[in-house]
């Protein structure tokens, strides 16, 4: 079974913090890397998209990819407590001929004033 | 308004009672698939669907059933809920058939007493 692991947290950070969330996965064949919000009780909330290797930027929120390492992360600039929730890393893992997202069990972060 | 839409949002029953969680989506997207979320295990694929009349089992199929008539349609059966059943389910879709960037339902909490 492919897996995709993360630290289960709390992570704590202080507002206007950077926040790291990281994510490790063991499928060498994997491409597309995801990272989602979760609010308690919502939906996951798609927030990130990653599929080369190197940083993505996206406002405050910059996905970091190293395929050799097989890890990909999340760093939040200038956290807010609005920023807190459970982040769900997700990794496409192509096998018996379609790709299937697998999910990790995500990264509980909470930002205090 | 894009979204993808699941009915009902709660539902508690009672074991063996036959049961229908609906999903639609308004994005014409190709792919669709069902997820269960428990405290501890993540997500979980149950089902999913790449196109019309296209399905196939994820990692936690027992005890479910799909059908994919159409293509904003992806309803979830349950045929005899047992206790087990009790869960968080999402329903997602993809404008990519490889399902990649899925984007989630609200939700639905079902309890099997």
């Known amino acids: 079974q492919k897996e995709v692991e993360q630290n289960s947290g709390p992570l704590s950070v202080p507002e206007g913090a950077i926040a790291s969330l990281n994510c490790t996965y063991s499928?060498?064949?994997?491409?597309?890397f995801f990272w989602y919000r979760q609010y308690s009780g919502k939906s996951p909330e798609l927030i990130m998209f990653?599929?080369?290797?190197g940083d993505k930027e996206d406002g405050r929120f910059t996905a970091q990819l190293n395929k050799a390492s097989q890890y990909v992360s999340l760093l939040i600039r200038d956290s807010q407590p609005s920023d807190s929730a459970t982040y769900l890393c997700?990794?496409?893992?192509?096998?018996?001929?379609?790709?299937?997202?697998?999910f990790g069990a995500g990264t509980r972060l909470a930002v205090h004033p | 308004e894009a979204q993808v839409t699941q009915n009902p949002r709660y539902l508690i029953t009672v074991t063996g009672k036959k049961l229908t969680v609906t999903c639609s989506q308004n994005?014409?997207?190709?792919?669709m698939s069902w997820y269960r979320q428990d405290p501890g295990l993540g997500l979980r694929q149950i089902y999913y669907?790449?196109?019309?009349?296209?399905?196939d089992k994820g990692d936690v199929p027992e005890g479910y059933k799909v059908s994919r008539k159409e293509k904003r349609n992806f309803p979830l059966i349950l045929e005899s809920p047992s206790p087990n059943q009790t869960s968080l389910y999402f329903c997602?879709?993809?404008?990519?058939?490889?399902?990649?960037?899925?984007?989630f339902g609200p939700g639905t909490r079902l309890t099997v007493t």
């Open positions: 990653i599929y080369s290797n």
């Open positions: 997700a990794v496409n893992s192509p096998s018996g001929g379609y790709n299937k997202l697998i």
């Open positions: 499928d060498r064949g994997s491409q597309s």
């Open positions: 997602a879709s993809s404008f990519s058939a490889g399902g990649l960037e899925q984007y």
């Open positions: 994005m014409n997207h190709e792919y």
């Open positions: 669907s790449m196109n019309v009349e296209v399905t």
